[in-house]
């Protein structure tokens, strides 16, 4: 069974293999303790190496080979795109929020928001971007949340659904995610790309460093 909780301890999703910190929402199943990921990576697809195979009567429920999957090619950039690198950051989970876009050190952009989330910062980054920035456009984002939705078109579920996820609950954050798939899709030349966080990438260090100033930011 399934359960989302906060993290007591640090650990590594085991789908994005990015930290797990103390506090981060994470999904889990109750027969394997070690198998964790992110909330917003487990929420529209099945952990990996979970699934089982029905039990038949008599005989001991088997255990299913999951086969490795290859990863999936990132989204098409479109011609002439320009790349802006996209990243939120929050002082707890809730608490003070910054998010930060940036295609370059002297083209950037950053706020915040009390209280908020880290997943709240993420997608509003990628909001405040799309909705700034004209032309043919890649989004860059270490969250696999905002990448995937678009990569594999999550929202188009959402919105066949009424704003309902696969476990036919509401999706969260409607409030930035509806704005957000609005303009990617009246707007047809956006590409979202993933980027791992914190691995010395300069453009995704300095979006880090500007949400995080954003969200110590007193009004």
């Not at 007591?8 to 929402?25: L, N, Y």
């Not at 993933?194 to 300069?202: D, F, L, T």
Request: net charge positive; proline share 6%; aromatic share 8%.
């Amino acid at each position: 069974m399934r359960r989302t909780v906060l993290a007591k301890f640090p650990g590594h999703c085991i789908r994005c293999q990015e930290p797990i910190r103390a506090g981060d929402e994470i999904v889990g199943d109750r027969g394997r303790a070690s198998a964790w990921v992110h909330a917003a990576c487990g929420t529209e697809l099945a952990l990996p190496g979970l699934t089982t195979q029905p039990a038949t009567s008599g005989t001991p429920r088997a255990k299913s080979a999951t086969k490795a999957r290859a990863p999936k090619a990132p989204m098409a950039a479109p011609d002439g795109a320009t790349f802006v690198y996209t990243d939120g950051a929050c002082s707890g989970n809730p608490g003070p929020g910054g998010w930060a876009w940036a295609i370059d050190r002297d083209r950037f952009a950053s706020g915040s928001e009390r209280p908020s989330t880290n997943q709240r910062m993420e997608f509003r980054a990628a909001l405040e971007a799309v909705t700034a920035i004209s032309g043919p456009l890649v989004v860059v984002s270490d969250s696999t949340y905002v990448v995937n939705c678009f990569r594999d078109r999550w929202w188009d579920g959402w919105l066949k659904r009424d704003w309902t996820n696969s476990q036919k609950k509401p999706v969260a954050n409607r409030d930035l995610w509806e704005p957000l798939v609005r303009a990617v899709t009246e707007r047809g030349d956006v590409a979202f790309h993933w980027v791992k966080g914190h691995s010395g990438n300069e453009m995704n260090d300095l979006v880090d460093q500007l949400a995080v100033a954003a969200s110590l930011t007193r009004d």
